[in-house]
């Protein structure tokens, strides 16, 4: 078994032929870096496209993520590619800019989720991407003055603007040209307070009668420049409690453990198996809980039945929370793991406690059972689900999806197994895939992943039962002030709720990151949304925004 999270400093460079993919990028190149999880190629910003596009044909088909960040003598980009059939195969292309003209191509042409990732790269750093189809803030208001992670960055600038600066939304003639045909369209706003927008989100929605011609997301309303905070905060004890603030619902101890495999592999600290197994299971019972606050939510904006689809999914999360409050103390805002481990041990008596969560296992079925008649065999609910809100496999890839919105099209891509951590390997449990790509598809691979999340628990626990009181060992030990060497880079991520929640962090030699980049799955998979909602009803189009099961605290960060 296992003693240890992450051992591998370098990268398996028997996993991806980087010389080989050197010799194919040809002089695009420029010069070849190592990070922790992969080599790191350095293009020039002319050749970005071509650099991308010579990638994606080579299997690298999953843009994870865009960092972008000002350093002493230049600004860069950095792109995190990786595989969709082999979450380890990665590579990283950066492309640095002069501090005076912080330009290069855009990726948006090669990738549609750069289009997202770079507006907010544009928006917070000031990087500006040649050919970008839409680049303009994404999070801030367009009147915003300056770019906050920027080095020149004045936070005490007033940000007040002129009244006749503010744009109206409609002043625009609004029509939408369809197999050159104008249609008569009209504007509606939805949001940013509406219930079925599932927090701050504004909708700037075309309508051709109820068929959805247009759709924007406006996000950027609950931005707390959570990167910024983290920044500013110590590695070994200060920023473990702010993953938690990032998807609140809570997903906490998924959020703690993506940055804590980052660092810990960063500054190669080993944990324990035991501190392995406990983190297993308290990440999958967090799993349960997001999952069915999720279909709580989504049972309600479909059907409108507050009493029984709402409390029912609510009433099993309430208990899933007990458990959690339990072993952590808290029921939200958890702060359980460390650097190492988790802060303390199993709650006494454990006997009780592992019969409390058996009790629990053992009701699952039968409450499944409940939800599948009130609310996935509803009429009403099939006929507002199947067949709406389609994603195909090759446009979730382009946009970047993961989690429950990619494998319901399709996609066979869970990092628990494709780039294991944990002790998921040792255990005994399936990755759920749909082929309808449409909500009811990822509704119920949500209800099927809380019943494989159960199994895994039901292993965790057999395992803990049986384990030594003497080696129980719930931390390693870890310096009291972590100061990785300089000019350390990683990407690492973990199979969050919503799906692929990933860490990009920079070292200068301090014991706070120079950088730190969150890649937020709900960012992303939201960014798909227009291509799932055009031509559709407005009524497919709320369905479709709770199927994504997006949670603003993570879109915003």
């Given at each position: 078994m296992s003693t240890q999270d992450e051992t591998a400093t370098e990268p398996d460079a028997g996993a991806v032929d980087y010389d080989a993919l050197e010799e194919l990028l040809g002089d695009s190149v420029v010069d070849r870096e190592t990070h922790h999880n992969a080599e790191a190629f350095v293009v020039r910003g002319d050749a970005v496209q071509d650099a991308l596009s010579t990638l994606k044909a080579e299997g690298f088909d999953h843009l994870a993520s865009v960092s972008a960040q000002e350093l002493d003598d230049r600004y860069e980009s950095i792109y995190h590619l990786r595989q969709y059939d082999d979450a380890q195969a990665e590579v990283s292309v950066v492309v640095p800019t002069p501090r005076n003209d912080p330009s290069h191509e855009s990726a948006a042409p090669v990738y549609s989720t750069a289009n997202w990732h770079e507006r907010e790269a544009y928006d917070l750093v000031g990087?500006?991407?040649e050919g970008h189809p839409d680049l303009r803030r994404i999070l801030l208001p367009q009147t915003w003055q300056g770019h906050p992670l920027s080095k020149d960055y004045d936070q005490d600038k007033p940000q007040i603007v002129a009244l006749e600066k503010h744009k109206n939304p409609i002043e625009e003639d609004m029509q939408v040209e369809t197999d050159g045909d104008d249609l008569d369209t009209m504007f509606l706003n939805i949001g940013p307070h509406h219930p079925a927008t599932h927090g701050v989100l504004h909708l700037k929605t075309v309508l051709d009668g109820e068929q959805v011609a247009d759709v924007e997301p406006d996000i950027g309303y609950l931005h707390r420049c959570q990167e910024q905070m983290c920044q500013n905060s110590t590695f070994r004890h200060q920023i473990m409690p702010y993953p938690d603030r990032w998807d609140y619902t809570p997903a906490g101890i998924l959020n703690e453990w993506a940055y804590a495999r980052a660092i810990e592999d960063l500054a190669d600290i080993e944990v324990p198996y035991y501190a392995q197994v406990v983190?297993?299971?308290?990440a999958e019972l967090t799993r349960i809980s997001a999952h069915l606050l999720a279909v709580a939510t989504f049972g309600l904006d479909i059907v409108g039945d507050f009493a029984a689809v709402f409390m029912y999914a609510m009433r099993d999360r309430d208990y899933v929370m007990d458990i959690l409050e339990d072993l952590t103390g808290q029921r939200m805002m958890y702060n359980y793991l460390r650097l190492g481990g988790v802060v303390w041990d199993l709650p006494e008596p454990r006997d009780e406690f592992f019969e409390k969560i058996r009790q629990f296992l053992e009701q699952l079925p039968e409450k499944t059972d409940e939800y599948h008649n009130v609310l996935t065999q509803n009429e009403l609910f099939q006929m507002r689900t199947v067949n709406t809100g389609y994603l195909a496999p090759e446009v979730a890839k382009d946009y970047g999806a993961t989690g429950p919105v990619a494998r319901a099209s399709g996609i066979d891509?869970?990092?628990?197994?494709?780039?294991?951590?944990?002790?998921?390997?040792?255990?005994?449990?399936?990755?759920?895939?749909?082929?309808?790509?449409?909500?009811?598809?990822?509704?119920?691979?949500?209800?099927?992943?809380?019943?494989?999340?159960?199994?895994?628990?039901?292993?965790?626990?057999?395992?803990?039962?049986?384990?030594?009181?003497?080696e129980r060992e719930i931390q390693s030990n870890v310096p009291r002030s972590l100061k990785p060497d300089p000019g350390q880079e990683i990407y690492k991520a973990v199979e969050g709720a919503k799906g692929e929640l990933g860490i990009y962090?920079?070292?200068?030699?301090?014991?706070?990151?120079?950088?730190?980049?969150?890649?937020?799955?709900?960012?992303?998979?939201?960014?798909?949304?227009?291509?799932?909602?055009?031509?559709?009803?407005?009524?497919?189009?709320?369905?479709?925004?709770?199927?994504?099961?997006?949670?603003?605290?993570?879109?915003?960060?």
């Open positions: 990087m500006n991407y983190r297993t299971m308290a891509y869970d990092l628990r197994r494709d780039d294991p951590y944990g002790i998921y390997d040792e255990l005994d449990w399936d990755v759920i895939t749909k082929e309808g790509g449409d909500n009811y598809a990822r509704l119920m691979v949500r209800m099927q992943e809380v019943e494989e999340s159960a199994k895994i628990i039901e292993q965790c626990i057999n395992i803990l039962e049986d384990f030594d009181e003497e962090i920079r070292t200068d030699g301090t014991e706070k990151p120079a950088r730190f980049k969150i890649r937020g799955p709900s960012f992303v998979n939201l960014s798909a949304l227009k291509e799932m909602s055009e031509g559709e009803l407005i009524s497919d189009l709320v369905a479709t925004i709770g199927s994504l099961d997006i949670v603003l605290a993570e879109v915003d960060r």
